[in-house]
């Protein structure tokens, strides 16, 4: 069983700017792959590490939707280009549960990071995997997938999905 836990909104590191991995040692792999471990547990596509509570730029991702494939963990991520074409779809997240919405995200995404053995890694993407890239990338910037509803959407997320305790 992972050590990680999945925080939840409105966790005040969900809107910190994650660091950068300076150094891959054995803080970095095992975080990763608890990680992993969290993600498929919960049944998540991606996770960040800011989702665990960790400041540090470390993204998992699985590869396809069977999950049987290995994992991707990427270091520092960066999405390079994103294609024009922007299709909506449903979307949710670890960090929100139970809570979906239509999201507007590019169609392809070209990100480079590294790996676990400190290799480059360059990445073109489409479909599924590509939201799930700028989701969790995302997640490193501060950026929550509710910061791309609608103003009136935005209202009635507060009014059903924040709990009257987490109100300041």
Same mark, same amino acid.
């Given at each position: 069983?992972?050590?990680? #836990?999945?925080?939840?909104?409105?966790?005040?590191?969900?809107?910190?700017?994650? !660091?950068?991995?300076?150094?891959?040692? @054995?803080?970095?792999?095992?975080?990763?792959?608890?990680?992993?471990?969290?993600?498929?547990?919960?049944?998540?596509? *991606?996770?960040?590490?800011? !989702?665990?509570? =960790?400041?540090?730029?470390?993204?998992?991702?699985?590869?396809? /939707?069977?999950?049987?494939? @290995?994992?991707?963990?990427?270091?520092?991520?960066? =999405?390079? #280009?994103?294609?024009?074409?922007?299709?909506?779809?449903?979307? *949710?997240?670890?960090?929100?549960?139970?809570?979906?919405?239509?999201?507007?995200?590019?169609? +392809?995404?070209?990100?480079? *990071? =590294? @790996?676990?053995?400190?290799?480059? /890694?360059?990445?073109?993407?489409?479909?599924? /995997?590509?939201?799930?890239?700028?989701?969790?990338?995302?997640?490193?910037? *501060?950026?929550?997938?509710?910061?791309?509803?609608?103003?009136? +959407?935005?209202? /009635?997320?507060? +009014?059903?999905?924040?709990?009257?305790?987490?109100? +300041?």
């Amino acid at each position: 069983m992972p050590f990680l #836990e999945i925080v939840t909104y409105p966790n005040p590191i969900l809107r910190k700017v994650a !660091q950068p991995v300076k150094e891959i040692n @054995d803080e970095v792999v095992r975080i990763s792959k608890d990680m992993v471990e969290r993600m498929r547990l919960a049944r998540g596509a *991606g996770l960040a590490a800011n !989702q665990c509570g =960790i400041n540090m730029r470390i993204i998992v991702l699985e590869s396809n /939707l069977k999950k049987d494939r @290995d994992p991707l963990i990427v270091l520092n991520p960066v =999405i390079v #280009e994103k294609d024009r074409e922007e299709v909506v779809e449903e979307e *949710g997240c670890l960090s929100f549960p139970k809570y979906f919405e239509h999201i507007g995200r590019s169609r +392809k995404v070209y990100v480079k *990071g =590294i @790996d676990l053995d400190g290799k480059e /890694l360059s990445i073109e993407c489409e479909d599924h /995997l590509a939201r799930a890239f700028q989701h969790e990338v995302d997640h490193l910037n *501060g950026v929550l997938f509710i910061d791309y509803l609608s103003p009136v +959407k935005r209202t /009635l997320f507060k +009014k059903r999905y924040v709990t009257p305790k987490s109100i +300041k």
